[in-house]
């Protein structure tokens, strides 16, 4: 079995939750079967692939393939930028099985299953009508995604949502789209990547940096400054918390220039 995941992120080009998740499910998939990834932000080479977790005894492989936005769009507004991309990998894809990962990648899988009469998989990491704020970004580019998102959902053969309250969220957002179609598959974690660090690894040495007591208890933000992640609410929220807890913020790549000096001035 053949399957082409399309994605928007992908090593080395990860900014968010959706990346890792492709990265993620790529590399557990290969060993299994034959993967090819389908990503944007340009070529990839070997050294950019990820390694197969066993990959003496995998019985798949792992292909990357990236794609830069057409010349003829590098003005264009960013929803048209990602249409742009979006026709490339639905021309190239082939496989037995199409999965999608945000509407980055809606209106490709979308128009690849259309195209090539291949069986379409969408995992919801988000969704259009729960973020209007993205009109800041994109003005009436937002328009555009919402109704690739929308057009892609309702024609998927199957949607997986990662919580039983995105489940609930995606039959709101989109009632014409079949129960019997959507089902929950919860993000999990590989335990061996979290192991307690030993004492002398250099690791440490970001606490020292950083000037992080570790022996206090610890309240860590790690995400986007997005609208959607909330960090505005948790900083008005901080003076409830007790003096003696520590608060670390891991927060990078605002999604605009304006919610990163909000979060600032917040701060």
Not at 229 to 255: E, F, M, N
Request: glycine share 8%; aromatic share 8%.
């Amino acid at each position: 079995m053949k399957v082409d995941i399309l994605t928007r992120e992908y090593p080395p080009h990860v900014y968010g939750g959706a990346g890792v998740h492709a990265e993620e499910l790529s590399k557990v998939l290969a060993e299994r079967i034959d993967v090819t990834v389908r990503a944007f932000d340009g070529k990839r080479t070997e050294a950019d692939i990820p390694a197969i977790p066993n990959a003496a005894d995998a019985k798949g492989s792992l292909k990357v393939v990236g794609y830069d936005t057409p010349s003829e769009l590098a003005d264009a507004n960013p929803a048209l930028k990602t249409f742009g991309v979006d026709l490339q990998i639905a021309n190239d894809v082939d496989a037995d099985i199409i999965h999608a990962h945000t509407w980055y990648a809606c209106l490709a899988g979308y128009m690849a299953k259309m195209l090539h009469g291949t069986p379409l998989v969408i995992t919801a990491h988000s969704l259009e009508p729960f973020r209007p704020w993205k009109r800041e970004q994109l003005g009436g580019g937002y328009n555009l995604s919402s109704w690739a998102e929308k057009d892609a959902y309702e024609h998927a053969d199957r949607v997986i949502a990662v919580s039983g309250g995105m489940r609930k969220d995606i039959l709101t957002a989109y009632p014409n789209l079949d129960p019997n179609k959507v089902v929950v598959v919860y993000n999990g974690i590989t335990m061996a990547d979290f192991a307690t660090p030993a004492p002398d690894d250099p690791g440490w040495k970001v606490f020292e940096r950083y000037h992080i007591d570790r022996s206090k208890p610890t309240l860590l933000f790690v995400g986007r400054i997005t609208r959607q992640k909330g960090l505005p609410y948790l900083l008005k929220a901080l003076h409830l918390i007790s003096k003696d807890i520590q608060v670390v913020l891991c927060a990078g790549a605002p999604d605009t220039p304006e919610i990163a000096e909000e979060v600032k001035t917040a701060f």
